[in-house]
């Protein structure tokens, strides 16, 4: 399953990504939730400038399950989250 993940920065100062920080994606459908951690590629991107927004390209093995789950996305330390409702359909 392919998704991006936009990093926004508000504030009035660049916000460093040193330590590149660790992400965990959740996908929960029935009673087998599938958490897997990360480490947020910062190749490219080191820093989110003032104002601006990075935009990441992300990847996630969905397990066997079918039908409605709830999927979450977060950068634990730095208290961000994001996620909601999914439904698995197989092709």
């Not at 087998?32 to 080191?46: E, I, Q």
């Not at 390209?57 to 409605?68: I, K, R, S, Y």
Request: net charge positive; with cysteine; charged share 15%.
């Amino acid at each position: 399953m392919g998704f991006t993940v936009t990093l926004s920065n508000p504030t009035g100062h660049d916000i460093e990504l040193s330590p590149c920080p660790i992400y965990q994606i959740g996908i929960y459908a029935g009673h087998h939730p599938h958490v897997s951690t990360y480490r947020l590629n910062c190749d490219v991107v080191r820093v989110v400038r003032a104002g601006y927004d990075v935009t990441y390209a992300m990847q996630m093995h969905v397990p066997l399950a079918v039908g409605e789950a709830k999927f979450s996305w977060s950068i634990p330390r730095g208290s961000l989250f994001g996620g909601g409702p999914v439904t698995i359909e197989r092709r």
